[in-house]
């Protein structure tokens, strides 16, 4: 069974651009959820897709938006990229949306620098 | 807001020693609780999760427990090995059924010592 994989795994923009980054779910998941982590920090919800469909966010501006295809992969996007965006964008995947059903699969991050 | 907390951001241990890594959560209503490890230059790993009406679960060289009347969560690794140095984080889910959104505290760096 494949894990959760993630691009690019580093990228450098420029304030002002916009970036996009992908996520496989592992096999069998069919929910999404992405994480920004900053320098020695924890994770911090962003939002989770279900079905295609957002379900829950996080205290993120709107610049911040994803999208879930059919086969369960997701887009994370971000526009007009502020310095403080620069982090490690974390996908994670699960079997359905009950905590504790089945526990969070994280991939190993897209690493953003904003300059 | 509530947030999930650590008591202390490093911890250096003796290789064979127990190691005990401690969180504060604040949220009552949290009913979930997972510990993950992250290594440098990887995503968290799931290392083992208790739900609120427990107050202790055990796994392969691990246990977390569970205080409730202090709002306390902490994990125990047994025989501490070189390959358990990592960044551990305690993370609490509110409200069964909810988007899985998970709130993480700040992490504890645990370095083994040989």
């Known amino acids: 069974e494949t894990g959760v994989t993630q691009s690019p795994t580093h990228l450098i923009k420029t304030r002002g651009q916009q970036v996009t980054l992908r996520c496989s779910s592992q096999s069998g998941h069919n929910t999404v959820s992405w994480y920004q982590q900053a320098l020695g920090q924890g994770p911090q919800f962003i939002f989770q897709?279900?079905?295609?469909?957002?379900?829950g966010r996080g205290n993120f501006p709107p610049r911040f938006s994803g999208l879930q295809f059919p086969n369960y992969s997701s887009e994370l996007n971000v526009n007009a990229l502020e310095l403080d965006d620069s982090a490690l964008y974390l996908c994670a995947s699960s079997q359905g949306l009950l905590a504790g059903a089945n526990v969070l699969t994280f991939g190993a991050g897209s690493r953003l620098t904003v300059l | 807001g509530e947030s999930v907390g650590l008591h202390l951001p490093t911890l250096s241990v003796q290789e064979g020693d127990n190691s005990i890594i401690n969180c504060a959560y604040s949220?009552?209503?949290?009913?979930?609780f997972i510990w993950y490890k992250q290594e440098s230059g990887k995503g968290p790993q799931f290392i083992i999760d208790i739900r609120s009406n427990m107050d202790k679960r055990q796994g392969q060289r691990v246990t977390v427990l569970l205080n409730k009347t202090v709002k306390h969560l902490s994990l125990q690794i047994a025989a501490t090995q070189p390959g358990d140095s990592a960044v551990y984080f305690c993370a609490e889910n509110i409200g069964q059924g909810s988007a899985r959104q998970l709130t993480f505290g700040s992490g504890t760096q645990l370095t083994v010592l040989p």
């Open positions: 949220n009552s209503a949290s009913d979930y």
């Open positions: 897709y279900y079905r295609e469909e957002e379900n």
